[in-house]
């Protein structure tokens, strides 16, 4: 089994700052990119930002110099700080990670989701 445990959402107002993370857990060999999604209401799950096991990073337009992906290796943890949040960052936020099992290969895994609401 294999667990992708996500904390600290939440309502925030404009201006405002989350740290979102998201832990791995279970019978993991490897761990290869993670990353963060989002999905509003009535649109499409989109990509917010990514990071490789190096440490290179990936973001989406709208989050560019707002949002900054980080991750824990040894902890298999990754992380998403938002800065300067704003209305149309009210979103459910997912945890990606691609996960190398024994006798699976590398597959997907999603976790539950966490709601950020950006609202005065």
């Known amino acids: 089994q294999v667990q992708l445990a996500e904390s600290g959402g939440g309502l925030v107002q404009p201006g405002g700052s989350l740290r979102l993370s998201c832990a791995a857990s279970?019978?993991?060999?490897?761990?290869?990119?993670m990353g963060w999604y989002r999905q509003a209401p009535g649109k499409q799950r989109e990509l917010v930002a990514s990071i490789t096991s190096g440490g290179l990073t990936n973001y989406a337009d709208p989050v560019k110099g707002r949002f900054t992906i980080s991750r824990v290796n040894a902890e298999r943890t990754v992380l998403l700080q938002m800065n300067s949040l704003e209305p149309d960052d009210t979103a459910v936020y997912y945890c990606?990670?691609?996960?190398?099992?024994?006798?699976?290969?590398?597959?997907?895994?999603w976790g539950q989701g966490t709601q950020v609401t950006v609202s005065s």
């Open positions: 279970g019978t993991i060999v490897s761990i290869g990119l």
């Open positions: 990606n990670a691609h996960l190398y099992r024994t006798g699976l290969g590398f597959r997907d895994y």
